[in-house]
């Protein structure tokens, strides 16, 4: 069976500093990886996608990048964190154009 | 983009049938239309997916009417755990591959004994 790992599970950081919030995938190859962000008491909002090693969509102009650097791990990063960033980061999977995307359990980031 | 639009939040009891209906007027034709729960605090959780007509699972059911402008996401005999947020989003194939999922604010079901 596939799983979906994100860690770490909660982050404080100071205004300013840099993040990397990281994924895994098990029991698949060649997945659909997707970052979203959740404010709180909102819906999720897409911010990355990539369909491949290396291939990364952005969706939202912001203060973050992500990158994949192996088939089935994704990285959401920042170099300089905006009060703005906090919120709970989703990552997802999919087999290719199947539709149906599942979640890890997200990383609750607080910037302060 | 096909926009969803579903109640803020229903109350239900203990053992009742509840149906959440979700409107999405401008629905594509490729589009499929996903129903998933959040509890706080934890990702989303995948309930059922469907293109057309009736979708059945072991945890519930989704009609589809046939002219696709909305979506029903019924739950037979709800329990205090299925307390969550639902979300009914309509999939959209982005350039070059993979899907883009639309959420919006959810519906807050509240089930009391």
């Known amino acids: 069976s596939q799983t979906i790992h994100q860690w770490p599970a909660t982050l404080v950081q100071p205004v300013g500093s840099p993040l990397s919030l990281e994924c895994t995938v098990e029991g698949t190859s060649n997945p659909n990886l997707y970052w979203y962000r959740q404010a709180a008491g909102r819906g999720l909002q897409l911010l990355f996608y990539?369909?491949?090693?290396?291939?990364i969509s952005s969706e939202v102009p912001q203060n973050l990048s992500a990158s994949r650097p192996q088939d089935r791990q994704f990285i959401l990063s920042s170099k300089k964190l905006l009060l703005s960033d906090s919120g709970f980061y989703l990552c997802a999977w999919e087999r290719d154009r199947q539709e149906t995307q599942y979640f890890g359990p997200g990383t609750r980031l607080l910037v302060l | 983009l096909a926009k969803t639009t579903q109640p803020i939040s229903m109350d239900s009891y203990e053992g009742q049938e509840v149906n959440i209906t979700c409107s999405h007027n401008?629905?594509?034709?490729?589009?499929?239309i996903t129903w998933y729960q959040q509890f706080p605090s934890q990702g989303p959780r995948f309930i059922i997916q469907?293109?057309?007509t009736k979708v059945t699972n072991e945890v519930a059911s989704l009609f589809i009417p046939a002219d696709r402008k909305s979506s029903t996401l019924s739950l037979p005999r709800v329990s205090l755990s299925d307390t969550a947020v639902y979300y009914c989003?309509?999939?959209?194939?982005?350039?070059?591959?993979?899907?883009?999922?639309?959420f919006g604010t959810g519906t807050q079901l509240k089930v009391e004994l």
């Open positions: 469907g293109y057309k």
């Open positions: 989003l309509v999939g959209h194939l982005l350039t070059g591959g993979g899907n883009k999922l639309t």
């Open positions: 990539s369909v491949g090693i290396g291939q």
């Open positions: 401008n629905i594509a034709t490729n589009d499929y």
